[in-house]
Antibody, heavy 123, light 111 residues
């Protein structure tokens, strides 16, 4: 059974850097095709894809946020970390990590999601 | 920021059939990549519903079906039930962005 869980601060100040950790079980980055992505959802708004990292360490970012995002994986801890610099109040959202179902570094659905981590950006 | 456009809301009576459209472009829905659909009940994470025409994970009833034509896709719900009241999102891979895109979301109301 695949499970994922996000952890990180619930409140960050504007201009600060956000670091979120996704801890998972039930799969491993040692398997070809594995991917973990981050998606966020501002209150009352739609889902927005942020980034994905694959088993082979390839990474993809949302073009509109690429300059502020970084995604890494720690295979020994079964974790994926997302950092987002220069946070702004508009970045207030629930941040989800999710397992990507697929065999390559393109396409695929996010078939299992974490419960989400609500992050508020405010001074 | 969504590049996939959905109607804000659709509604139907119990037992009826409703469809949700998802309009994209030649770099996402118009490619070889499947369109995926998610159901989200407010306050909970999205739930993976269906990929392509009929690739449903176990536990998802066959009342849900997907289709794609050109640069648009649709999700159909037949035999609408009260438990289907939720927000629905389409998602696809976009070749020009080298990443994933979600739809604007559709709220389904059961009358």
């Amino acid at each position: 059974q695949i499970t994922l869980k996000e952890s990180g601060p619930t409140l960050v100040n504007p201009t600060q850097t956000l670091t979120l950790t996704c801890s998972f079980s039930g799969f491993s980055f040692s398997s070809s095709g594995v991917g973990v992505g981050w998606i966020r959802q501002p209150p009352g708004k739609a889902l927005e894809w942020l980034a994905v990292i694959y088993w082979n360490d390839e990474k993809r970012y949302s073009p509109s946020l690429k300059r502020s995002l970084s995604i890494t994986k720690d295979t020994s801890k079964d974790q994926v970390v997302l950092t987002m610099t220069d946070m702004d109040p508009v970045d207030t959202a629930t941040y989800y990590c999710a397992h990507r179902l697929g065999g390559s570094t393109t396409g695929g659905a996010y078939n299992v999601w974490g419960q989400g981590s609500m992050v508020t950006v405010s001074s | 920021q969504s590049v996939l456009t959905q109607p804000p809301s659709v509604s139907g009576a119990p037992g009826q059939r409703v469809t949700i459209s998802c309009a994209g472009s030649s770099s996402n829905i118009g490619t070889i990549y499947d369109v995926h659909w998610y159901q989200q009940i407010p306050g909970t994470p999205p739930k993976y519903l269906i990929s392509g025409n009929n690739n449903r994970p176990s536990g998802v009833p066959d009342r849900f079906s997907g289709s794609k034509s050109g640069t648009s896709a649709s999700l159909a719900i037949t035999g609408l039930q009260a438990e289907d009241e939720a927000d629905y999102y389409c998602q696809c891979y976009d070749t020009s962005l080298s990443g994933y895109v979600f739809g604007t979301g559709t709220k389904v109301t059961v009358l």
